[in-house]
């Protein structure tokens, strides 16, 4: 079946540009997270949604970091005036359910964002 | 959660086992251990995870000690596609709202011929 697809794989931009990142989870899976991965680091928790409700948005670096997860399906990662720092890969992750030991997340390929 | 503690990097090499430990000194009694990896320019990939009890799946086998402070994971025949990044998580398990991941940097397992 389909896992989890992030869209586009590479973004390059321009400090001071505005850019989205959208993540599909897997059909069905209540639970979406957003993660930042910098070069040569383990992933960093962002947000955490659960359908439609941002429960955790304690991981975003600041007030230009914004999710969204209107239909509780499809999730947008916007990042509003880029700077060199946000150059990282920003990783999403579904899972079935909200809780439990077998609640398995399960990672897309990631966006590959690079800030000139 | 817990801190975990791994080796920065080890080898390995074509058919034989990998051990990779982790400890975790500080754990709590309601903490699970988590493995994943990430394959270069790949997202994390779950392998396993455990409570007290060792675990064996399809991918590895998880040993946790008696007393929780450390764990090995074991890939009992390397290849060369288990070249990766091993991430040893400690995670409390919420009832109701699921749990963010909390990764460290990892063992660079290299596999070689």
């Known amino acids: 079946g389909a896992g989890v697809s992030q869209s586009p794989r590479y973004k390059v931009a321009k400090r001071g540009q505005d850019v989205a990142l959208r993540c599909d989870p897997i059909s069905g899976h209540v639970s979406l997270f957003w993660y930042q991965q910098a070069l040569g680091q383990g992933p960093e928790f962002l947000t955490y949604f659960q359908n439609e409700a941002q429960l955790d948005k304690s991981g975003l670096p600041s007030d230009r970091f914004f999710a969204e997860r209107p239909e509780g399906s499809v999730s947008t990662l916007k990042i509003q005036r880029t700077q060199q720092e946000d150059s990282a890969v920003y990783l999403c992750?579904?899972?079935?359910?909200?809780?439990?030991?077998?609640?398995?997340?399960?990672f897309g390929a990631g966006t590959r964002l690079s800030v000139l | 959660d817990a801190k975990t503690t791994q080796p920065t990097s080890m080898d390995c090499a074509e058919g034989r086992a990998a051990n990779l430990p982790c400890n975790h000194s500080?754990?709590?009694?309601?903490?699970?251990v988590y493995w994943y990896r990430q394959i270069h320019s790949q997202g994390p990939q779950y392998i396993i995870h455990?409570?007290?009890n060792n675990e064996t799946n399809e991918m590895a086998s998880l040993i946790i000690t008696e007393d929780r402070k450390s764990s090995t994971l074991i890939l009992p025949h390397a290849t060369l596609r288990d070249t990766a990044v091993y991430y040893c998580?400690?995670?409390?398990?919420?009832?109701?709202?699921?749990?963010?991941?909390?990764f460290g940097t990892g063992t660079r397992l290299q596999v070689t011929l």
């Open positions: 500080t754990i709590s009694g309601n903490e699970y």
């Open positions: 998580i400690v995670r409390v398990l919420n009832t109701g709202t699921a749990s963010k991941l909390t």
């Open positions: 455990g409570l007290k």
């Open positions: 992750a579904s899972s079935l359910y909200t809780g439990g030991a077998k609640n398995i997340q399960y």
